[in-house]
C-alpha cells in the first residue's frame, strides 16, 4: 500500500492558493470554515504543511499622468 498517491483535493487550500490578496483570503476562510477563528485556521495550515507566504497584492503601482483635457 505504499503507492499511493495523494491529491491535493483540500478547498481550503485550493481556494488560498488561488486566491490573490493572502491576508483578506484568510481572513474570508477562517469565516467560512472554522467559525472566524484565525488562529484555527493557522493551526490546520501548520498541519497540512502550508507554508504561509505573505505575498499580497503590493506590487509597485504607476502614478498615472494628467488626464488629457480637449479644447473645443
Do not use: H, R, W
Request: no cysteine; glycine share 2%; proline share 3%.
Amino acid at each position: 500500500m505504499n503507492n499511493l498517491i495523494y491529491l491535493n483535493k483540500d478547498p481550503i487550500l485550493m481556494e488560498l492558493n488561488s486566491s490573490v490578496d493572502k491576508n483578506s483570503a484568510k481572513k474570508m476562510l477562517a469565516f467560512k470554515f472554522f467559525n472566524g477563528d484565525e488562529g484555527l485556521l493557522e493551526e490546520y495550515l501548520s498541519d497540512n504543511t502550508y507554508e504561509t507566504v505573505n505575498n499580497s497584492y503590493n506590487t509597485d503601482l504607476i502614478e498615472p499622468k494628467s488626464q488629457l483635457e480637449f479644447s473645443f
